[in-house]
């Protein structure tokens, strides 16, 4: 079976059951904290795949990777007990995406990134979410870093959509008309 699939099955298990214990967010916080994990470590989908650790080591390891010193929650610790019996551990890399894909589109939430050339204001920020948000009809989830090389300007970043408005894509744009 295709592993899309898959993952797109267990993590609507996941979000039902989840909605059932009135756990969802902070479910949708421990899979942000999984993935975030898996990219930061990479050898824990190694782990996950490697045979010769126990059901007990992989459980606890997803877990840890979850929700850190913290307990996890009701509906992570019984989901994460099933998809490491049923031997799909090593996908929930792709599990934990899915239910952030599915909880995303129940809960209305577009996740938006803004790259800046510096540092600026918590204000200025606000401001643009708050008229992305009018303009998509959805609460966004806004992420912010900085990248040096923009010169100047910002670049926005959601769903399939790219605002590029930075002083290095102008100056490539002029260095493109003026050699034609």
Same mark, same amino acid.
């Given at each position: 079976?295709?592993?899309?699939?898959?993952?797109?099955?267990? !993590?609507?298990?996941? =979000? /039902?059951? @989840? *909605?059932? +214990?009135?756990?969802?967010?902070?479910?949708?916080?421990?899979?942000?904290? &999984?993935?975030?994990?898996?990219? !930061?470590?990479?050898? =824990? /989908?190694? @782990? *996950?795949? +490697?045979?010769?650790?126990?059901?007990?080591?992989?459980?606890?390891?997803? &877990?840890?990777?979850?929700?850190?010193?913290?307990?996890?929650?009701?509906?992570?610790?019984?989901?994460?007990?099933?998809?490491?019996?049923?031997?799909?551990?090593?996908?929930?890399?792709?599990?934990?995406?899915?239910?952030?894909?599915?909880?995303?589109?129940?809960?209305?939430?577009?996740?938006?990134?803004?790259?800046?050339?510096?540092?600026?204001?918590?204000?200025?920020?606000?401001?643009?979410?708050?008229?992305?948000?009018?303009?998509?009809?959805?609460?966004?989830?806004?992420?912010?870093?900085?990248?040096?090389?923009?010169?100047?300007?910002?670049?926005?970043?959601?769903?399939?959509?790219?605002?590029?408005?930075?002083?290095?894509?102008?100056?490539?744009?002029?260095?493109?008309?003026?050699?034609?």
């Amino acid at each position: 079976m295709d592993i899309g699939i898959i993952s797109v099955r267990y !993590a609507k298990a996941l =979000l /039902q059951f @989840a *909605l059932e +214990n009135k756990e969802e967010q902070t479910v949708y916080g421990e899979m942000q904290t &999984l993935g975030e994990t898996f990219r !930061a470590v990479p050898a =824990l /989908q190694q @782990a *996950l795949i +490697n045979p010769t650790y126990t059901e007990e080591q992989k459980t606890g390891w997803l &877990l840890t990777a979850a929700s850190g010193d913290a307990k996890a929650t009701l509906s992570l610790r019984r989901f994460v007990s099933l998809v490491v019996k049923n031997g799909r551990a090593d996908m929930m890399l792709f599990i934990s995406a899915s239910y952030l894909t599915l909880y995303r589109k129940k809960k209305h939430l577009t996740e938006a990134r803004l790259t800046f050339a510096r540092q600026v204001n918590a204000a200025l920020v606000e401001r643009i979410r708050k008229m992305l948000e009018e303009k998509i009809h959805a609460k966004v989830e806004m992420s912010v870093s900085e990248d040096k090389e923009l010169l100047g300007g910002f670049v926005l970043e959601y769903d399939t959509y790219r605002l590029d408005a930075s002083v290095r894509t102008q100056l490539n744009e002029l260095r493109r008309n003026w050699v034609q």
